[in-house]
């Protein structure tokens, strides 16, 4: 009776243990945060900070743990990156990549480590599409688009355009280029005068249009930048050389941060299209569905808007970044 009792009593003692031991490690598995490898380009324009910070911040706000690289500016800087990640073993990768080639030797290496990569932002050329699990970004060629057709209808008798171009071979230089170009083929009054990168920065904005008044003067009549923040740079330099952009030159642009869309409402630049950066919540979203083996979809972009002198101001006080 002793025994029988003293026995039930240790069994009962062994299943506790038992259950406590795998309750606790069930209970540390869940608590065991996703870890994410993010390749970012840099820090060249505030929308790329305005990027940044939307991964980052949406990345705490779910309890994921970022892994940030900074690839200042150098495709080498993301591949190195992109390798440490799959040594780290991280459970996905998301890249924004500077460049539109080079990168089926790197993202084979995540493939083969079973790690789902995640082409935020700029998409990449590559003829195997199983090396990555999905693209999620703007419409590089419907911003140019739109950019080239607020032209048609408000340039008026204005023709002769500059182009500031973004970082040579990036995905989102290489498709407004095209498009712009496609557009304003069907309006032969137009005619593209130069086109330089300014490399998406304000300062190569501001350098490239000094370059452009000094060896074109007065026969630049409209300025076609790539991002917002070459724009601004492009105001510094007309103003400077005493003319008022918006007025004597016409300044379309691409992003609408907010100085952007200030400087339309300030009648410094003409029109911004929108391209939204804050890509962090739709990018954890999609992770969260790969690794939980649901599909996903293969392309996606976020909609954008058109800001000029009818809406702008209406508008300022709702933009995020
Ligand atoms: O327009 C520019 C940034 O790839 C869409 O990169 C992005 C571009 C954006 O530096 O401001």
């Known amino acids: 009776m002793l025994m029988n009792l003293k026995r039930i009593i240790s069994l009962t003692a062994t299943a506790f243990m038992l259950f406590t031991t795998c309750g606790l490690r069930a209970e540390g598995a869940a608590a065991k945060p996703l870890v994410v490898g993010f390749a970012q380009t840099g820090a060249e324009s505030a929308w790329r900070t305005a990027n940044t910070n939307s991964m980052k911040a949406e990345a705490e706000k ?4 970022l892994k940030f690289a900074d690839g200042q500016g150098k495709q080498e800087n993301q591949i190195r990156a992109l390798r440490s990640f799959v040594t780290q073993g991280v459970d ?45 970004g703007s419409d590089f060629y419907k911003e140019g688009s739109l950019a080239a057709e ?8 204005r023709t002769r355009i500059v182009e500031l171009q973004g970082t040579p071979g990036s995905a989102a230089a290489n498709v407004r280029r095209k498009a712009f170009a496609d557009a304003i083929a069907k309006s032969p009054a137009f005619k593209l005068i130069d086109s330089q990168s300014g490399d998406f920065r304000r300062s190569g904005g501001k350098e490239v249009m000094e370059a452009f ?5 007065k026969e630049i009549e409209i300025v ?38 200030q400087a339309v409402v300030d009648g410094k630049i003409n029109v911004v299209v929108e391209c939204n950066p804050l890509f962090g919540p739709k990018v954890y979203d999609t992770i969260a569905k790969l690794k939980a083996g649901e599909p ?13 002198s009818t809406n702008a101001a209406a508008r300022i006080g709702e933009r995020q970044y």
């Open 62 to 65: 779910r309890g994921i743990k």
């Open 92 to 136: 996905a990768i998301v890249v924004a990549p500077i460049v539109e080639t080079g990168w089926d030797p790197v993202l084979r290496e995540a493939k083969r480590a079973g790690i789902p990569v995640v082409v935020m932002d700029r998409n990449i050329q590559t003829d195997d599409k199983s090396l990555f699990a999905c693209y999620i």
């Open 150 to 157: 607020w032209l048609v209808k408000n340039a008026g008798a």
């Open 213 to 217: 008044i000094k060896k074109h003067g």
């Open 224 to 261: 076609y930048a790539h991002n917002d923040d070459m724009a601004l740079g492009a105001v510094q330099a007309i103003e400077e050389a005493g003319l008022k952009p918006g007025k004597d030159i016409i300044i379309v642009s691409i992003d609408a941060i907010k100085e952007g869309v």
């Open 296 to 308: 996903v979809e293969r392309t996606s972009y976020n909609v954008d808007e058109v800001f000029d």
